[in-house]
Nanobody
Framework: QVQLVESGGGFVQPGGSLRLSCAGS????????MGWYRQAPGKQRELVAT??????NYADSVKGRFTISRDNAKNTVYLQMDSLKPEDTAVYYC??????????WGQGTQVTVSS
């Protein structure tokens, strides 16, 4: 089985930065897509960024501000968040997709951006 554990969330002022980490256990290979999603109160869960071996993808709302990366040796994916805005406030979830009916979620980490 796969377990994903997020960390690095917290409280930050607008314009600040945070780095989220997602540590995985189990069979996680570089060709599987991993990503970050977020969900704010009263809103749908939305895609933030995804990464495979050679491709990254970002939501329009975070392009130029967020960077997703991974360390396959450590089974860890990161999300570097710069120039944070209040609208970035949400619970951020790590996600792994290994195929049909073989997806996994972390339990989430809270990010709050407020002055």
């Amino acid at each position: 089985q796969v377990q994903l554990v997020e960390s690095g969330g917290g409280f930050v002022q607008p314009g600040g930065s945070l780095r989220l980490s997602c540590a995985g256990s189990g069979s996680i290979f570089s060709f599987y897509t991993m990503g970050w999603y977020r969900q704010a109160p009263g809103k749908q869960r939305e895609l933030v960024a995804t990464i495979t071996s050679g491709t990254t993808n970002y939501a329009d709302s975070v392009k130029g501000r967020f960077t997703i990366s991974r360390d396959n040796a450590k089974n860890t994916v990161y999300l570097q968040m710069d120039s944070l805005k209040p609208e970035d406030t949400a619970v951020y979830y790590c996600h792994l997709n290994r195929g049909y009916r073989d997806t996994y979620w972390g339990q989430g980490t809270q990010v709050t951006v407020s002055s």
